[in-house]
């Protein structure tokens, strides 16, 4: 039973691949024309020295906050996991 499960997903997922890849062929070329104004306007537009910062803090402000939000979450899920741990005794070593 195991093996026709895994051979089902493995024919799944090759599937999904190939549909994939198929249509990443008729996808639209890129249009580069926001890196050249974000990157030649940076210093006019947000007054910073730094480039990297303005267009981190400025341009992406939102997504930003948004990877923050999650960075914050991750640190207090693996705070509270770890003095749980702590609290039951696991991972305390004392010397006998």
């Known amino acids: 039973m195991k093996k026709s499960i895994g051979i089902l997903s493995l024919l799944v997922i090759t599937v999904a691949f190939i549909f994939v890849g198929f249509k990443m062929v008729d996808m639209p070329s890129t249009y580069n024309g926001a890196a050249e104004i974000i990157v030649n306007e940076t210093q006019e537009k947000t007054g910073a ?8 803090f400025d341009f ?37």
């Open 60 to 96: 992406r402000g939102y997504d930003t906050l948004g990877e923050s939000f999650v960075l914050f979450t991750a640190v207090c899920g693996a705070t509270a996991v770890l003095r749980k741990r702590r609290a039951k005794g696991v991972g305390n070593h004392e010397k006998e």
């Open 49 to 56: 020295i730094n480039s990297v910062t303005s267009i981190v």
